[in-house]
């Protein structure tokens, strides 16, 4: 499956951005899909998932209640909501595809398929 990242911007704190992920090729229900962020001089980190059969969501503590996954599978498209932009949230967004079971917390190498990733600037 080919991954394609978009939405990414110069965003004031406390701003909203929608992230879009349009995927191609395979089958993109059988997949789970998920979001990674690298921030500059840091290493790459999960952000949220969601599982391609039940819909269950993942998290990572630091974007909780901030931050929505969610798919259409109509449209081969994956999103992730963020309200509530913070400086912190500065960083490359990447969006992955998993096709076989992920673990808890879902961690990169578990992601066979990579989009390019999209960049989030948030001004202070």
């Known amino acids: 499956v080919q991954l394609q990242a978009s939405g990414g911007g110069l965003v004031q704190a406390g701003g909203s951005l929608r992230l879009s992920c349009a995927a191609s090729?395979?089958?993109?229900?059988?997949?789970?899909m998920g979001w990674f962020r690298q921030a500059p001089g840091k290493e790459r980190e999960f952000v949220a998932a969601?599982?391609?059969?039940?819909?269950?969501?993942y998290y990572a503590d630091s974007v909780k209640g901030r931050f929505t996954i969610s798919r259409d599978n109509a449209k081969n498209t994956v999103y992730l909501q963020i309200y509530s932009l913070k400086p912190e949230d500065t960083a490359v967004y990447y969006c992955a595809a998993a096709a076989y079971r992920i673990g808890v917390p879902p961690m990169s190498y578990d992601f066979q398929n990579w989009g390019q990733g999209t960049l989030v600037t948030v001004s202070s």
């Open positions: 969601i599982m391609w059969n039940s819909g269950t969501t």
């Open positions: 090729g395979r089958t993109f229900t059988s997949y789970t």
